[in-house]
Each structure stands twice: as structure tokens, then as C-alpha cells.
């Protein structure tokens, strides 16, 4: 499996901004998916899961109500829809593939990764 996050940048707080996680090779469909987060010097931190249907999601407490994690099976992509944005969101985003079908939030339970997208979000 390959996964390929886009859709970070530049944004000011209180902006909305998407991200994106496109797989491709083994069907991501039949799998749980979650994004993640890391700044400098810091672990990588969760910050929602999906089930493979897409009809269970999960997210860390911090985030519940500014964020929304979604996924379209038909395109084999998964988002992340950030809204009110601050600055200690800034970060960079990782998208991942489960191999478990419950929604683990250890980076330990993904198996596949992507290569990150850099949201930056200035005061």
C-alpha cells in the first residue's frame, strides 16, 4: 500500500483547510485509516480514525468539533476537514493504513504510512 497526503500549507488562524490521503495498491477499503500529527521533537500524536466503511470514526478529545475525518472508498482517499484553525495545530500531518478492524489510536497498530503534509498556521 501506498499513501500520499497532500493539502497542507499556509493558513491563518481560524481558517479551514483539507487534507487529502491517497492510496493506491492494496484495497485501503477493507481497512481502518487514521491521520496524525508531529512537531519537532515531539511524538506522533493521534488525531482521528475510520473504520473501513467509513460509518465509525473516532478523535482525540482536543479536536472533537473542529475536525471531521471522512473517507471515499470509490477513490481510494481519505480527508481531513480542519476548520477554526490555530496556531498549535501547526504540524506535520500523517496519514495511515490499519491492518486491525476497530480504530487503534498507537501509531504501533498502522502498518502503512504516508509522507506527511505540512500545515503551518499563523496567528
Known amino acids: 500500500v501506498q499513501l500520499q497526503a497532500s493539502g497542507g500549507g499556509l493558513v491563518q488562524a481560524g481558517d479551514s483547510l483539507r487534507l487529502s490521503c491517497a492510496a493506491s495498491?492494496?484495497?485501503?477499503?477493507?481497512?481502518?485509516m487514521g491521520w496524525f500529527r508531529q512537531t519537532p521533537g515531539e511524538e506522533r500524536e493521534f488525531v482521528a480514525a475510520?473504520?473501513?466503511?467509513?460509518?465509525?470514526?473516532t478523535y482525540a478529545d482536543s479536536l472533537k468539533g473542529r475536525f471531521a475525518i471522512s473517507r471515499d472508498n470509490s477513490s481510494n482517499t481519505m480527508y481531513l476537514q480542519m476548520n477554526s484553525l490555530k496556531p498549535e495545530d501547526t504540524a506535520g500531518y500523517y496519514c495511515?493504513?490499519?491492518?486491525?478492524?476497530?480504530?487503534?489510536?498507537?501509531?504501533?497498530?498502522?502498518?502503512?504510512w504516508g509522507q506527511g503534509t505540512l500545515v503551518t498556521v499563523s496567528s
Open positions: 495511515a493504513l490499519s491492518l486491525s478492524g476497530n480504530l487503534p489510536q498507537i501509531t504501533d497498530r498502522y502498518r502503512y
Open positions: 475510520i473504520s473501513a466503511r467509513g460509518s465509525r470514526t
Open positions: 495498491g492494496r484495497t485501503s477499503s477493507s481497512y481502518s
